[in-house]
Structures are given as C-alpha cells and as structure tokens.
C-alpha cells in the first residue's frame, strides 16, 4: 500500500471501487481525472484545495484511510481519522491510568527523552568521527543525558529536553555545508535547514499518528507532551524518537550532497518555504527512507523503519499494560 500526496487542487470522488481525482485551475478549467484503486491506498496528504463531500469520507473511513492536511505554507492542519477499529478498553482505562500516576509518567517521560537523546547523540558522534569539530556539542548532550534520571516533573524535563536539543542544533552548521543555521525557528522558519526540519517533523508526526492508529493506544493520551484537545498528542511522544532518526538524517543527506540547493526554496521576507517541485523531491525521499530497512536489536531480522515505529508503539502498549518495561528505539 502507497501514501498519495495531492499537490494540485480539485476534486476527489468516489467511482465504484476507486478513488477519482480531477484536476481544477485556478480558472475552474478541469484536467484530465487520476484513477486511484482504492486497496493501493494507505494514507492521503493533501497540500491543495481539495473538493470532496461526506460520501467520500465515509468511503475513505470504511477502507480505513487516513487522510492529512497542510495549508499553502506546509503547515500540517489536521487530520481525517477513520472510526478507531482496534482500541481496547483495557489498553485505554491502562493508558489513563498512567498518565495520572505522576510518577509512572514520570518515568515513561524519561525513557522517552533520553530514546531521543541518544538518537541525536549518535547522529553527532557520527560527524564527530568524521573529522566534524564537534567534542564540545557532544559533551554537553552526554552531560544533559546523565541528568534525566534526576528530574522530579515533566515541566523540568522538558526543560532538559529542551537543552539538549539546543547543543544539538548548535552542531547543524559544523553538519550540513553551505547552509547557515543562526537558530531554530519555526512559524515562520526563517532559513533554508528550518524550513525542512519543520516540514520533515510534520512529516514524522503523521508518520508516527498512522502507526498509533493500527494500535489499541490512545492517540490524544500522551506522557511527555501535555494532552491537548486539538492535537494527537502521542504521536508528539513517539515522534521524538524517531526525528533524529528519519527527518535529521535525511536533510544531512540531501543538503551535503547537493539535492537540494539555494533554488530550490522561496526566500521571502521573514520566511523560507520549500517550492512545490522541491517538496516532491523531499518527499520521495520520505517514502524511501520509511521503506529502508535494518536489522532489528531484538527480533534479528530486517526491518524498515516505518514498521520500526509500529513496533514502538506495541512496546509502548506491554509498558502500559505492566507485560514489559520499555526501552526506546536508539539507532545503532
């Protein structure tokens, strides 16, 4: 099964066993209509004005597809989630549970924070022992690393969490040639690297919300990040883990070897925003990196990492349950 993404605006339908996508200008002339089976489809992002009508939706629910929306500056909006298919009472009464037992979030918080960590640590060390001058970035995330244990609320480690990520942004420039980062900036991102972070993290957060959704867990019931009413909060959670991973490593990769250039973002005042054509680069690069595979610690067989987030929530779910302790995806 394929993820689709609708860059043109117009109309998706129904027609029979298929989706039917047409083409709309801005004049209102139609193009020529795009037939999609509809078992082909496992999830749809939407970055255009789309036309479609509660048929649809309750067509797309039935098929349980996902469907995720971003507006004109590639912020994500939010998301069409069919009806929950395999959520469990027990699973969710469990996961509530949790969440009110400070300490046991507490501790879930933890093992979070420090899973991230220690991705971005490794991402560091790599260019470290690359010849990349970067003793000193590395020494503070060790140092912020061995504190985690020591905080007494989710406020202060957040604050942690929040240093650490500082002495990892500060490498970015030792990192990736010829585009300066000054600091992370996000609505708007205010240079080329911040722009792809913040579209590469939309784009792991939905990764991340797909695999919760096949899940019995609760996507709006979270450890590290507080709940919110408008927002899956739990794909927050996973998605810490597995930005270092996918989205950092990817933007090394297609800046340091010339995939993306100067001209393939729009500089406006105060903003930077990936064209339409350079956005369809990064996300075939996307859908390749979720395919890539690897050989897992535990199970001693390849894997890809789109399958390695499913897996985390299912460590995430025996956690909860009380059937085994977890233990982060820290890549090797």
Known sequence: MKTYYLFNPGRLSRKDNTLKFLPIDEEGNEGQPKYIPVEDVDNLYIFGNLDANSSLYNFLGKNKITVHFFDYYEHYTGSFMPKEYLQAGKVQVAQTQLYLDGVRRLVLAQYLIEGAARNMLRNVRYYQNRGKNLAKEVTEIETLIASIGTVTSTEALMGIEGNIRMAYYSAFDAIIDDFPMDKRSKQPPLDEVN???????????????????????????????QPGARRY???????????????????????NKKQLQKNDFDQRINSVRLKESSRKKLLREWDQRLKDTFKHASLKRMVSYKHAIRLECYKLSKHILGIDTYKPFVLR
Not at 196 to 219: E, K, R, V, W
Not at 233 to 255: G, H, Q, T, Y
């Open 233 to 255: 909060s739990l794909a927050l959670d996973l998605a810490e883990i597995f930005k270092p991973v996918l989205v950092d490593r990817m933007i090394f990769s297609l800046l």
């Open 195 to 225: 722009a792809l972070i913040s579209f590469g993290n939309m784009l792991c957060y939905t990764a991340c919300l797909d695999q919760i959704y096949h899940t019995q867990l609760n996507p709006t019931i979270s450890f590290l990040h």
